[in-house]
């Protein structure tokens, strides 16, 4: 096998109450990639479409991810990468986390698979890390396991498959502004309240289970940022109204995703999605502001080969 084409998907990552270790993965959203063999050794980008993005490896997040593989593997090859960009940069559906996957996961395809899912998110992260200047895998995990993860550790990188309730549905709503993952860090305090932990370890403990007993009441009741959302908010334009006219109709739980503007809603079923998806769309329709809205249930398979 000399070249294979990839799905590389978008994620939600913090799932509100989980900053830096929850995550989902989507269905419907993703980039297109291209990775191909070639006798000279190293990684080039040859082709980007969809966004403008850096050329240089070393600039390119979907570059120093391969790079971090490359030269741990020391393979007697070299490797070319296209990418096809669906996923707007800033947009907050992890689109550098599907970049950095999709180079790693096509070179290790065609290397015959040397490394795990464990150790391709290991050098996921150094891609990622470029774009947000931190290493945080909670987009690339999903990404590369699908379905709900935990990042139970960072170093050593360790990850907690968690299962997907069959009836839950995302809807996502797009802003068409940018936040740099970066800035939205930036602003985030160092120290919390010691009441405000307690609230959000308990949403993340009953959570999970929620995701582990197909609870949909006990999801609802543990979709609740205190921690990042009251700072971030701030940066989404008409965050607040998009989130109660969520809840409102329906919507199991509403926040950002990731580090926005998207914002994310998780519903019980497709028609409740469908309701839900409507009324975010009446809200942002009024302010004048270009958003694109997705519908999408948990993609529980990640990353894939479209063809070989
Ligand atoms: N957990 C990261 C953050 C995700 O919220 O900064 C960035 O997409």
Request: proline residues 5%; hydrophobic residues 40%.
């Amino acid at each position: 096998m000399n070249d294979i084409k990839i799905f590389s998907p978008a994620t939600v990552a913090n799932v509100s109450c989980g900053f830096d270790v929850l995550g989902f993965c989507l269905d419907t959203i993703g980039d297109e990639m291209v990775i191909r063999k070639t006798d000279k050794k190293g990684i080039r980008i040859t082709k980007i479409e969809g966004y403008d993005l850096p050329f240089e490896t070393e600039k390119n997040v979907a570059g120093v991810s391969a790079l971090a593989l490359y030269n741990e593997a020391k393979p007697y090859c070299g490797f070319e990468i296209e990418i096809y960009k669906n996923i707007k940069p800033g947009s907050g559906v992890g689109s550098s986390s599907a970049s950095a996957v999709g180079s790693v996961y096509g070179i290790n395809e065609l290397l015959g698979r040397p490394y795990n899912k464990t150790q391709l998110t290991n050098f996921a992260m150094k891609g990622e890390a470029l774009a947000s200047q931190c290493e945080h895998a909670d987009n690339i995990a999903p990404a590369i396991f699908g379905g709900f993860t935990l990042v139970k550790s960072v170093s050593p990188l360790e990850i907690i498959e968690l299962p997907t309730p069959k009836d839950l549905f995302a809807v996502i709503i797009h802003p068409q502004i940018e936040i740099k993952t970066s800035e939205a860090r930036a602003i985030l305090p160092k120290k919390i309240e010691l009441k405000d932990a307690i609230t959000q370890w308990s949403n993340v403990g009953s959570l999970v289970h929620a995701l582990h007993t197909s609870n949909y009441d006990l999801l609802s009741r543990s979709l609740t940022d205190v921690v990042v959302e009251p700072f971030r908010s701030q940066l989404i334009p008409h965050f607040g109204t998009v989130r109660n006219a969520a809840l409102e109709n329906g919507a199991l739980g509403c926040g950002i995703s990731g580090s926005g503007p998207s914002i994310f809603s998780l519903c019980y079923g497709n028609d409740n999605a469908q309701n839900v998806a409507k009324a975010i769309k009446n809200v942002y329709t009024e302010t004048g502001i270009p958003f694109e809205v997705y519908i999408s249930e948990i993609n529980t398979e990640g990353i894939k080969i479209l063809n070989q």
